[in-house]
């Protein structure tokens, strides 16, 4: 007769809270899991290396979890003890960032091969979280079924739960707290979603906790495949890359390289060392604005047109290349007739972790890495520009490639990172490369710390005793050089924390920045309140220390079943 009761009323309307518990597990993991990516892209880069590591760890814990979950479950079961578990896990998340840059910091340096550096400071980031989430769904199976009849029923319906969870959590986090929210806030709020979903099953205790750990975090903490594209021509050769699809195409006498998609390079096999791409004749100007250059440097590697072209045309000169996908360069050695040099230094790395860690300076900094379909965000943020400025010599010039407009619906992705620019250096200078401002297009930021203005004029006579002759071409037509006052007030200051590079991408794809009602703009703090920081982390260990023992006593070790009708 047990196998084949009824679920009596009291335990239909205590399903509703499994539901919720389930729910908001399976969304705050998925969550956790794509924020936890800006965390480590700025040290680690944007790799299969960091996806595959967030992607492997999370499925690993919820596995694991899966696992002791269910064994936990049949030994003693109640809805107190689940709901001090996820508790628990929502604590660990509020102190995530209180810690996660040490354990990054930790695990880039901790193990001897490179590749596997984001695995270890993903597993210490996620596992915990992981694996406590992971006990909540065989858990909330056993306390909702009352019989062998309905188990299929209970435990399809919750795990289906979990899964619109998920769904819920990935898209939510994507498209609307990214680009809205810095990265502690999220986590924060997911820590705090957590831990009051939690309270529908837990006592006095927690809920004086919450409001202890509510007050602390008042204090201002934000101091701290198959090919689908076409392409015209003749495809000669495609590729899966560490990070994109690579297409290699020959049409009319230029051959082009495509990378998912987007061309980044073409040359003209008769005259290799000719520009065929019109923008890339800017990369000359910043020889115009520091004429005794000798060490340059290419963020972004390509067909190496650009790297092989200043070769020839400055003799002098020696030329460093930061390209992070092997299978690019592999591809210009063999399309575009890249060789060996002993002026030209490559370097296959994320160019923000290379610079970290590289102590030479550069006269002339070339960013070439940005994309129309594509920008890879830890490369316009106010910190990478000071760590950018630290690998400069005192007169050295950046020229940044930035695809956009100047004016516009188009336009707030330039002026972002024209606005973050200045405040490391304040000398900038605007080259279109088409006439009318509102158009996209390659745009040219020219910039520095050196106090000597320049016009187009004096511009313009440098270029003619220049080797690069053909930006006096360029500089001959008025609106190459923008002289207007390019507007900020309504772009947001790029950082780590708060960096919305999505969404100041759609414009590119016909789709405009919504900037929502916020009343102010994330501004740069000069430096870290590490004594507010370290007061609000000492706080919540002690508050953690605190529920740990009470949870333990109370719940863990009580004797008494809290059953699912004590929690009607």
């Not at 950018?388 to 020229?399: C, I, T």
């Not at 009318?436 to 003619?464: C, G, H, W």
């Not at 740990?548 to 699912?564: A, C, M, P, V």
């Amino acid at each position: 007769m047990a196998d084949t009761q009824t679920i009596p009323k009291f335990h239909q309307n205590s399903l509703w809270h499994l539901r919720i518990l389930t729910f908001v597990s399976g969304s705050v993991v998925m969550a956790l899991e794509i924020v936890t990516s800006r965390i480590l892209t700025p040290v680690f880069g944007s790799t299969i290396y960091t996806w595959g590591s967030l992607i492997g760890v999370i499925l690993s814990g919820l596995s694991l979890g899966y696992f002791l979950g269910g064994r936990l479950a049949d030994k003693n079961p109640s809805f107190d003890k689940i709901c001090g578990i996820v508790f628990s896990v929502g604590l660990f998340v509020v102190g995530m960032p209180f810690f996660a840059s040490s354990i990054v910091g930790f695990s880039a340096f901790a193990l001897p091969t490179a590749q596997y550096t984001p695995l270890l400071a993903t597993f210490l980031l996620l596992i915990v979280p992981s694996v406590l989430l992971g006990f909540v769904s065989p858990y909330a199976i056993k306390l909702g079924t009352s019989s062998l009849q309905n188990v299929g029923n209970v435990s399809g319906n919750l795990y289906s739960v979990a899964t619109i969870g998920s769904i819920l959590g990935t898209f939510l986090t994507v498209f609307v707290l990214i680009p809205n929210l810095a990265v502690n806030q999220i986590i924060f709020g997911l820590g705090i979603t957590l831990i009051a979903v939690s309270l529908i099953g837990l006592k006095k205790l927690p809920k004086a906790i919450v409001v202890i750990i509510v007050i602390v975090l008042i204090v201002p903490w934000y101091s701290f495949p198959t090919n689908t594209i076409t392409h015209n021509g003749v495809l000669l050769y495609e590729t899966e890359t560490l990070f994109s699809h690579l297409d290699i195409t020959q049409f009319g006498n230029n051959i082009s390289m495509y990378l998912d998609g987007m061309r980044h390079s073409s040359m003209n096999p008769d005259k290799p060392l000719d520009l065929v791409i019109d923008y890339t004749e800017y990369f000359h100007l910043g020889m115009l604005f520091n004429p005794s250059a000798s060490n340059v440097l290419f963020v972004g590697g390509g067909g190496f047109t650009g790297p092989k072209n200043f070769l020839v045309l400055y003799p002098d000169i020696k030329v460093d290349v930061i390209e992070i996908d092997p299978g690019v360069v592999e591809a210009a050695r063999t399309y575009f007739g890249l060789q060996d040099d002993p002026r030209l230094k490559i370097f296959v790395d994320d160019a923000r972790k290379h610079l970290s860690t590289f102590d030479k300076k550069y006269d002339l900094v070339v960013l070439d890495a940005y994309a129309a379909n594509y920008v890879p965000y830890h490369l316009m943020t106010d910190e990478f520009f000071e760590i950018l400025e630290e690998r400069m010599e005192p007169d050295g010039v950046v020229v940044s490639n930035v695809i956009g407009s100047l004016e516009g619906q188009n336009s707030q992705l330039a002026r972002a990172i024209y606005k973050t620019m200045k405040e490391t250096f304040p000398v900038s200078y605007i080259f279109p490369t088409e006439s009318l401002p509102t158009n996209i297009q390659n745009i040219m930021i020219v910039s520095s710390n050196n106090p000597y203005e320049f016009d187009r004029i004096t511009l313009l006579e440098l270029a003619k005793n220049s080797p690069a002759d053909y930006l006096v071409d360029e500089l001959s037509r008025q609106d190459h050089f923008y002289e207007g006052i390019v507007k900020t007030s309504d772009v947001p200051f790029l950082t780590d924390q708060f960096n919305p590079s999505e969404v100041l991408t759609n414009p590119l794809t016909n789709k405009s920045y919504m900037q929502e009602s916020q009343g102010k703009q994330i501004e740069k703090k000069e430096h870290q309140n590490d004594s507010i920081n370290l007061g609000i982390g000492t706080a919540l260990s002690v508050v953690a220390v605190v529920w740990l023992f009470y949870f333990r006593k109370e719940i863990w070790n009580s004797s008494s079943l809290t059953s699912l009708k004590k929690n009607k």
